[in-house]
């Protein structure tokens, strides 16, 4: 009798279960991706990975800021040792091309490591993608919009012996170097700014 009891408990838990996900829909949750960047620019940095997708939309009319505060996050799938490294890295490079990060300015800049992974051919290779947006104000235009992929050739190219990290990591120091030059090269204010 217990036995039939717990069946039956179970079948309804089922039901009300589906229910809910009918009721309620069962979209998956948006990732960081998809909710901050514009979606043409989401669809392209989720495309062909084989792909070089280096690319950026700047606005002509409006001058990079010489300071604003920084954002790393990872798209899932993304080890969060890489989003530790990627902004370790940021940091570092935005310092040194002159760049000053305070987390209390309108002005943000927003990186986020898309997709970490090898590419199997021609040969394989560690592969890291990162999306950047750079606004003055959480409600402006980007004034820098784009992506940037960081590639490197494996160390050696036996088979079945799996890329080390080291690999993924100079990757993604790849892509952050090209975006850090890429700002380093639009104009600044030249007005004195406290």
């Excluded at 002509?60 to 800021?65: E, G, H, L, R, V």
């Amino acid at each position: 009798m217990s036995y039939h009891r717990a069946i039956v408990k179970t079948g309804l838990s089922a039901e009300l279960a589906l229910f809910a996900l009918v009721l309620f829909g069962c979209t998956p949750q948006q990732t960081y991706l998809q909710q901050h960047f514009p979606h043409d620019l989401v669809s392209e940095a989720q495309s062909n990975f084989q792909t070089d997708m280096t690319d950026w939309d700047i606005a002509d009319s409006q001058p990079i800021p010489k300071h604003f505060r920084l954002t790393v996050h990872a798209e899932p799938g993304v080890a969060s040792a890489m989003r530790d490294f990627s902004e370790q890295k940021l940091t570092e490079s935005l310092h040194a091309a002159g760049f000053e990060l305070d987390p209390n300015e309108p002005a943000e800049l927003t990186v986020c490591v898309v997709k970490a992974s090898q590419i199997r051919k021609p040969i394989r290779r560690a592969k890291v993608r990162i999306a950047a947006g750079l606004r003055i104000t959480d409600n402006t235009e980007p004034i820098l919009l784009g992506l940037a992929d960081g590639i490197v050739p494996r160390p050696d190219l036996s088979s079945g012996v799996s890329i080390p990290r080291s690999a993924y990591f100079r990757a993604a120091q790849l892509a952050i170097s090209k975006l850090v030059h890429q700002l380093a090269n639009i104009p600044k204010p030249t007005s004195s700014e406290p």
